[in-house]
């Protein structure tokens, strides 16, 4: 997958920082954009917070690492930490892989669900996607 | 096929490793009844699991064959930007084995260690005429250990005038040794932008200076290889409101003998002597990081400096401001010796030539390479250039390539993709030590790179070719990580 | 202007033809960027230039204003350690690839270097028991406060405790580095027999810490124990960290990491690294595989070229100042490298024998120096505990006093332990190594003596 070829699952809402959440019931799931993780290249380990942590949105819950780079992971909700993907922890290559799926990193029990409606839409992180590559 | 002994890669000491194997025997043991003596089995260890048993024979050859997979200085040029990769005299190498400093032992009375404390004395003496600066400490290990030692003098300077300041601005384009010591001196650090020039924005800093800002940063000349002509308004800016200015003096080779920190307002700085003065880098040290003060943060220096009763001269531990010890003993000697042994063979004129031929050097490669690889800033070069990768874009070819294919040309690389204000930056470092023909040899070799990143890509993106070694495989090595053998490493 | 230099590898013509395909007319044109207030128009007040003959013989008169008694002769510890490096030692880290080559940034041009730390990082894990070693810090001291950061950094509890008879140089530089980092450094003190009190600990334990901090053999020579401070520093939640001084010592005392030790460091010097005043030195750091993220300094990894040929590359590098800057696990760049190597050739060379070997004589021969001493009657042995080659003589006069006797006669008797600990003004540290020969061991003992 190369970052023009974007894929934007319609029923995710997206952060500027390249995060996507995915609302049922209270708890959302989180994890990196197909962007972010061509932007990173080959990602070598995921540092996430325990379950339990307490998630404050726009702050940051953990960090994402490439040979090269390390960027944080920005919190898109606020609320607890509900299960964190151990998977990740042998497999990072997960969120190159599968960013949407397999390579979900942490689901939280959010302190308010209407949060995710200030998110941008499929459409909106698109539009902002190509505003940046260019 | 690769040839065994001469080309082929080499086992690891404990594959070569063989049971009974010798290379050591200790002295003659002239203690009677030496077994009287054993301690209580409870204490000892009946083995050292996994330790290679060799003959002398066994080591000399591994060492010998693993050596000659490296690149040195004293086989071509290491373009590395803010490395200072100069030539590492072999008289250096010579006096520092001089018994009388080699087998010095650091508890020695200083009534036997005058010699030492001689050499650490010049040192001093002569880094203060060379960077204008009141005293200076030996005492850190390498320029990093120097910057922390500044910031925490600089903590101290504060709090003994009353002032509690929280925040170390540090330039976009410093090196990451600059944040990172910042921050374990107890810092927050925050960041200051450059301009178009890629020097200190003084407006911006301006604005930003207030009761909170105990010190900045300010690499000089900068990572591009710019000197911040703006230098005194800086230091203006900041002494108006109490702050202290602090320079990284890795890049001190582009104006030695032509400009003295001390004059330019600094308050405190480092530098490296396995940079400017000549030092060898030991495949990662060790160095030395030196930092120079004005009078007035000399009472926080560490502890001990080397003071002159006379003729005799001594340690002085009795320094009650001082922030303390970084690290034991007073410094890496041996690398005092080197350096000073530098500076003695060049004198004031040499050491003058040395930056205008760094300079010189840095300016010809400029002038021969600026019309083909981009240029982002276009300020006056002293003593490096950096290039960026833009000019390739349409090949595909990256800055990462051009680096790894210039191996096969015979050159280490320059340093990549440092500083980070420059997108894909090959930062171009000569040093004095380059005759004309490796410079052009390297001009010639990058000039190459382009054309061929142009006609073959893939090549160029699968380089190098003819290295004993090829790309190896980071991501892996990074996602498992294997730091050790085990007897389970397969070869 | 002056005329070439032997390292400037230019002539007066090659510059001009420079300055003219550069544009320039005068190297001068070059610095008009340094404003012309800053530029210095007087030569630099410094001495030379000396030819190459000359400074030889400048830096021999100073080298021999040392006056150094014969190395037999010298019984100096307290941090440094005089061992004999064979000679292949020096020959090889004088091979201009080791010594004059760069970091290894670029492996494909530097797997002698990588591939050697490699394999230094396997020796000081054997070592020491613990299977993650980084590729080096600076000395001793600086390096165990590097290890209390991390330890804090895995456990913040922002405090530390440490026996006071870690080596007071050691103590002192811990204090420098975490005076501005919120972590509060407590310490507990000996036993009469020398060795830090077990019980002691304990009770410092009771509030929270993240390290209880060790040194084996400690500052005044005695073994600790460490299997004990294992089990009090697990029952508080807290890591057993042993400081090392003498490596040497790992040749003979069981490893720390097996004992319950979760972090071994200290001072690699003795492995074959020069005395050379005090530096450069090598500090060594090892520990669990759960620090592997949090170890500062360089780490050498294996991996695999496009071919399939094994190689090694520096790696987890996002842990550093270069690529995460203010929150990287450490601010060091430049370390030992060539120090590292210097000692992973020394036990190389020695090996699993000739280590265990040399151990033994040296644990030997400074036990007979002690009885030896301890019979003449003048002095007495303040301390019981079992030792490795260092000792505390207690003696019938001022011990700087002492020092200064021996001196004139060419004896460096041992470190005045008042330098350190000034109520103990009569107590001198004596070290003994395979480099003190039996009848230099006698001539102190007799020395020592005839004191009163």
């Not at chain 1, 892989?97 to 998110?119: C, H, N, Q, V």
């Not at chain 2, 390479?369 to 833009?390: A, I, N, Q, R």
């Not at chain 3, 004139?408 to 332990?417: E, N, R, S």
Request: net charge negative; with cysteine.
């Amino acid at each position: 997958m190369s970052k023009g070829d974007g894929i934007y699952p319609e029923d995710l809402r997206y952060t500027k920082e390249h995060e996507w959440l995915e609302v049922r019931d209270n708890v959302a799931t989180v994890g990196i954009t197909q962007y972010a993780q061509a932007e990173l290249g080959d990602i070598v380990y995921v540092e996430l917070p325990q379950a339990g942590a307490a998630i404050v949105a726009g702050e940051p819950f953990g960090t994402v690492e490439s040979v090269k780079a390390v960027s944080e992971l920005f919190a898109p909700a606020s609320g607890t930490v509900a299960e964190v993907n151990a998977a990740l922890a042998q497999g990072p290559e997960r969120v190159n892989k599968d960013p949407y799926g397999e390579g979900w990193m942490i689901r939280i029990t959010m302190a308010d669900a209407s949060e995710a409606d200030t998110l941008m839409t499929a459409a909106q992180y698109r539009r902002y996607v190509e505003d940046e590559a260019n | 096929m690769e040839t065994r002994n001469l080309r082929a890669p080499e086992r690891l000491l404990f594959e070569i490793s063989r049971p009974g194997r010798r290379g050591f025997e200790p002295p003659a043991m002239d203690i009677p009844e030496p077994g009287r003596y054993d301690l209580d089995p409870r204490h000892v260890r009946d083995d050292i699991e996994g330790f290679p048993e060799l003959s002398e024979v066994d080591v000399v050859r591994h060492y010998t064959r693993l050596s000659r997979l490296n690149y040195a200085i004293d086989l071509g040029l290491y373009p590395l930007g803010s490395c200072t990769m100069k030539y590492n005299p072999k008289v250096n190498e010579k006096v520092a084995r001089l018994a009388g400093f080699a087998d010095a032992h650091p508890q020695l009375p200083e009534a036997m260690a005058q010699g030492c404390l001689r050499i650490m004395h010049l040192l001093e003496k002569a880094l203060c005429a060379i960077c204008g600066m009141d005293r200076f400490t030996l005492q850190p290990a390498a320029g990093a250990q120097g910057e922390q030692t500044a910031i925490l003098m600089a903590r101290a300077y504060h709090r003994d005038h009353g002032r509690a300041r929280d925040v170390v601005l540090i330039p976009d384009s410093a090196h990451g040794t600059n944040p990172a010591s910042a921050h374990v001196a107890g810092y927050k650090v925050e960041q200051i932008a450059s301009n178009d020039r890629g020097c200190v924005d003084l407006g911006a800093l301006r604005r930003r200076v207030s009761g909170d800002v105990a010190v900045l940063m300010l690499t000089n000349p900068n990572t591009l290889g710019v000197f911040e002509g703006e230098i005194e308004e800086v230091a203006r800016a900041l002494h108006d409101k109490g702050a202290l200015l602090y320079m990284d003096g890795a890049n001190l080779n582009a104006f030695v003998g032509q400009a003295r920190p001390g004059d330019m307002g600094v308050d405190v700085h480092h530098l490296n002597l396995h940079k400017t003065f000549s030092t060898p880098h030991g495949g990662g040290g060790p160095g030395a990081g030196p930092v120079g003060v004005r009078k007035a943060l000399e009472p926080y220096l560490p502890a001990p400096m080397v003071e002159a009763d006379g003729d005799r001269l001594r340690l002085d531990h009795d320094r009650p401001k001082s922030i303390g010890r970084m690290r034991s003993f007073s410094g890496n000697f041996g690398m005092f010796v080197r350096a000073y042994a530098f500076m003695l063979a060049h004198g004031p004129d040499g050491l003058k030539r040395m930056s205008e031929t760094a300079v010189l050097n840095a300016n010809y490669i400029r002038r021969r390479l600026e019309g083909t690889y981009h240029l982002p800033y276009t300020s006056p070069t002293l003593h490096e250039v950096v290039f960026s990768d833009k000019a390739l874009e349409p090949t595909g070819v990256r800055t990462l390539d051009v680096a790894k294919r210039l191996m096969d040309y015979g050159f280490h690389p320059p340093t990549i993709y440092f500083p980070l204000i420059v997108k894909g930056a090959l930062m171009i470092e000569p040093t004095e030590s380059e005759s004309r023909e490796e410079l052009d040899a390297f001009c010639d070799a990058m000039l190459a790179i382009d054309a061929e990143a142009r006609r073959d890509p893939e090549m160029v993106r699968t380089a190098p070719h003819t290295t004993p070694i090829r790309r190896l495989d980071e991501t892996a090595a990074a996602r498992n990580p294997v730091l050790r053998w085990t007897p389970e490493t397969q070869g | 202007m002056s005329s070439a230099h032997r390292y400037l590898p230019q002539s007066e013509d090659e510059r001009a033809a420079m300055l003219a395909a550069i544009g320039a007319a005068r190297i001068e044109d070059l610095f008009a960027s340094i404003p012309e207030r800053l530029r210095l128009r007087r030569p630099l007040d410094v001495p030379g230039p000396l030819a190459e003959m000359d400074l030889v013989a400048w830096m021999a008169d100073c080298a021999s204003a040392n006056r150094l008694p014969d190395p037999g002769a010298q019984f100096l510890g307290a941090g440094a350690y005089r061992h004999f490096a064979p000679a292949l030692v020096d020959h090889l880290i004088s091979r201009t690839e080791f010594y004059s080559s760069y970091t290894p940034y670029q492996p494909e041009i530097s797997q002698g270097t990588l591939q050697a730390v490699f394999e230094y990082q396997t020796l000081i894990g054997q070592l020491t028991g613990l299977p993650v070693a980084n590729a080096s810090m600076y000395e001793g001291a600086s390096t165990l406060a590097e290890a209390v950061l991390m330890a804090e950094r895995v456990a913040p509890r922002g405090r530390v405790v440490v026996s006071d008879a870690v080596h007071p140089e050691y103590l002192q530089v811990v204090r420098t580095y975490v005076a501005n980092m919120g972590i509060a450094v407590d310490t507990f003190g000996a036993r009469p027999d020398g060795s830090a009190d077990p019980l002691a600990a304990r009770r410092a334990l009771e509030t929270r810490a993240s390290a209880l901090v060790i040194q084996h053999p400690n500052f005044l020579g005695c073994l600790e124990d460490v299997e004990g401070m294992a089990a009090a520093a697990r029952q508080a939640g807290a890591v057993l960290m042993v400081v090392v001084t003498e490596p040497v010592s790992l040749g003979l005392l069981k490893a720390p990491g097996s004992q319950g030790a979760g972090i071994v460091l200290g001072e690699g010097q003795g492995l074959g690294v020069p005395l050379s005043y005090g530096g450069p030195f090598l500090g060594f750091l090892a520990a669990g595989d759960g620090y592997m993220r949090q170890m500062p300094g360089r780490l050498v990894g294996e991996a695999r070229d496009v071919d399939g040929r094994r190689g090694y590359v520096l790696t987890l590098a996002t842990r550093e100042q270069h690529i995460r800057r203010a929150k990287a696990t450490s601010n060091i760049c430049t370390n030992e490298g060539l120090c590292a190597l210097t000692a992973a050739i020394f036990m190389a060379a020695l090996g699993k024998r000739g280590l265990m070997d040399l151990a033994r004589q040296n644990h030997a021969r400074a036990a007979y120096a002690r009885e030896r001493i301890a019979a003449a009657k003048a002095c007495t042995l303040p301390h019981a505990a079992p030792f490795f080659n260092e000792f505390v003589v207690r003696l019938p006069i001022p011990a700087e006093q002492a020092v200064e006797a021996l001196a004139a006669k060419g004896i460096a008797a041992g470190v005045p332990l008042a330098r350190y600990l000034p109520e103990r003004d009569r107590d001198l540290l004596v070290t003994v190594t395979e480099m003190n020969p039996r009848p230099a061991i006698d001539r102190l003992a007799a020395e020592l003596g005839r004191l009163a």
